[in-house]
C-alpha cells in the first residue's frame, strides 16, 4: 500500500512570496489533516478535510493560508504571501475509521 | 480540551540501557493515545496506540507504553536502547471519534550514546 505522498520536499522563498504544496493520501481514506511543525515543536493542525468538505479549520491563519480538495483525494495548501514565521515543515496526514493518521515526509519550506 | 505534557525535551541513554519517556496527558473524555517517532528529515511514524482495550500496549521496534488512569500518564519505554532509537519522539491524544483531531505534545528528542 503506497503512502501519504508530499512534494516538493523543500522550498525556499522569499517573504511576501506565494507557495504551494500538494498532498497525496492513501487510497481510500476520507480523511485529510494539514499539519505546521515549527523546529522543535510538534505538528500543530491546520486544517482537516472530511472528504472534500472542512471539519476544522480554527488554527489556520485565513488572511494568508487556503487549502481545498476539490475531489476529496488529494489537496494542496498555498501560502500568500509568505512571512518568514511561516518557515517549518508542512507535513500531510490522512486517516480512515479508526482515526490513526499516516504522515507523508512533509515539505520543509524556508521563508527568506 | 485535550491536552498533552511531555516532561523533558531530550533524554540520553546509554545503548542497551533502559529508555523511558513520559508524557501525561489531560482528556474530559475517555482518550485515545499514541506515540510517533520522527526521524530526521521524515515525517512522522507511528510506534503505538492506545483505544481502551489492554493498558499495556506493545509497538513496533520493541517499544511498549502502559495506560495509567489514575496517573493519567502513558509513558514509553524499551528494555534495551539501540543506537537506531535516536529521533524525536512525540504523545498524542485524541478523543478517538472516527475524525478526531489529534493534540501532539513538544517532543522528546532521544539520544543514544555509544
Known amino acids: 500500500e503506497a503512502g501519504v505522498a508530499q512534494s516538493p520536499r523543500y522550498k525556499i522563498i522569499e517573504k511576501r512570496q506565494s507557495v504551494a504544496f500538494w498532498c497525496n493520501p492513501i487510497?481510500?481514506?476520507?480523511?485529510l489533516y494539514w499539519y505546521q511543525q515549527i523546529l522543535g515543536q510538534g505538528p500543530k493542525l491546520l486544517i482537516q478535510f472530511q472528504n472534500n468538505g472542512v471539519v476544522d479549520d480554527s488554527q489556520l491563519p485565513k488572511d494568508r493560508f487556503s487549502a481545498e480538495r476539490l475531489k476529496g483525494v488529494d489537496s494542496t495548501l498555498k501560502i500568500q504571501p509568505a512571512k518568514l514565521e511561516d518557515s517549518a515543515v508542512y507535513l500531510c496526514?490522512?486517516?480512515?475509521?479508526?482515526?490513526?493518521?499516516?504522515f507523508g515526509p512533509g515539505t520543509r519550506l524556508t521563508v527568506l | 480540551a485535550q491536552s498533552v505534557t511531555q516532561l523533558g525535551s531530550h533524554v540520553s541513554v546509554s545503548e542497551g540501557a533502559l529508555v523511558l519517556l513520559r508524557c501525561n496527558y489531560s482528556?474530559?473524555?475517555?482518550?485515545?493515545l499514541f506515540w510517533y517517532v520522527q526521524y530526521p528529515n521524515q515525517g512522522l511514524q507511528l510506534l503505538l496506540k492506545y483505544t481502551s482495550a489492554a493498558t499495556l500496549v506493545k509497538g513496533i521496534n520493541g517499544f511498549e507504553a502502559e495506560f495509567k488512569k489514575s496517573e493519567t500518564s502513558f509513558h514509553l519505554t524499551k528494555p534495551s536502547a539501540h543506537m537506531s532509537d535516536a529521533a524525536e519522539y512525540f504523545c498524542?491524544?485524541?478523543?478517538?471519534?472516527?475524525?478526531?483531531?489529534?493534540?501532539f505534545g513538544s517532543g522528546t528528542r532521544l539520544s543514544i550514546r555509544p
Open positions: 498524542a491524544v485524541s478523543d478517538g471519534s472516527s475524525a478526531s483531531k489529534i493534540i
Open positions: 482528556s474530559s473524555v475517555p482518550p485515545y
Open positions: 487510497s481510500g481514506h476520507a480523511t
Open positions: 496526514a490522512s486517516s480512515s475509521l479508526d482515526s490513526t493518521q499516516y
